[in-house]
């Protein structure tokens, strides 16, 4: 079967830097995605990696590893506004998306 | 302002009612999406729609039903076949199923 595995929660202070990781298990591979979704919200694109390597975007960057079926997120100089859930999702070799459960990040002061 | 809407933001409903939600995006998009959210799983998928007068079964289809009869229009109805049918329903656009999805708010469905 198909699966996405991250961290249920984690919690990191403001200003801090913060890793969360995900790996999969999917059928193919046609891209990683990132979203960023607060409580009771619409998920917002964060991220795409569909070669290995590392894809910065301000304090955001994604890394893949395709031979590892791992991706992590990285936020840097993190903010109160950063507490949300973050999802991986993979989108497969019929150009479904798989998604994880996600991960709660709580920033704390 | 373009983007993708989907209304109410919350629905109450009694048992063995059908109940249809709405999903309208002005972003010009040939593929649209239906997920379900439940706490502490991932997203999964209902049903999807490439172009206009198709659909796709996702994971989930059963006890739901589809019609893509405008382009900017993906209406959901949750049927009283479908036997958990409380849950977050996220609807979801894209380009096309290569490119990322844009959701919308999403619509907090209650039955009781």
């Known amino acids: 079967g198909q699966n996405i595995d991250q961290p249920t929660e984690m919690t990191a202070t403001e200003g801090a830097i913060v890793q969360i990781n995900c790996t999969y298990q999917?059928?193919?591979?046609?891209?990683l995605f990132w979203y960023q979704q607060h409580a009771g919200e619409a998920p917002t694109f964060l991220s795409y990696?569909?070669l290995d390597g590392l894809e910065e975007k301000g304090r955001f960057s994604s890394f893949l590893s395709r031979s590892k079926g791992y991706s992590y997120l990285l936020l840097k100089e993190l903010q109160m506004k950063d507490s949300a859930s973050y999802l991986c999702a993979v989108r497969d070799s019929n150009y479904q998306l798989i998604w994880g459960a996600g991960t709660k990040l709580i920033i704390k002061p | 302002d373009g983007g993708i809407t989907q209304s109410p933001k919350y629905l109450f409903r009694k048992e063995g009612q059908n109940v249809t939600l709405s999903c309208e995006q002005n972003l010009n998009h040939d593929a649209m999406y239906w997920y379900r959210q439940d706490p502490g799983q991932g997203l999964r998928l209902i049903y999807y729609?490439?172009?206009?007068?198709?659909?796709q079964k996702g994971d989930i289809a059963e006890g739901y039903s589809v019609s893509r009869e405008k382009k900017e229009s993906f209406p959901l109805t949750v049927t009283s076949a479908q036997k958990n049918p409380t849950a977050f329903y996220l609807c979801?656009?894209?380009?096309?199923?290569?490119?990322?999805?844009?959701f919308g708010q999403g619509t907090r469905l209650t039955v009781v």
């Open positions: 990696n569909v």
């Open positions: 979801a656009s894209g380009d096309s199923l290569n490119t990322e999805a844009f």
């Open positions: 729609s490439q172009i206009v007068n198709d659909f």
């Open positions: 999917t059928s193919g591979f046609n891209g």
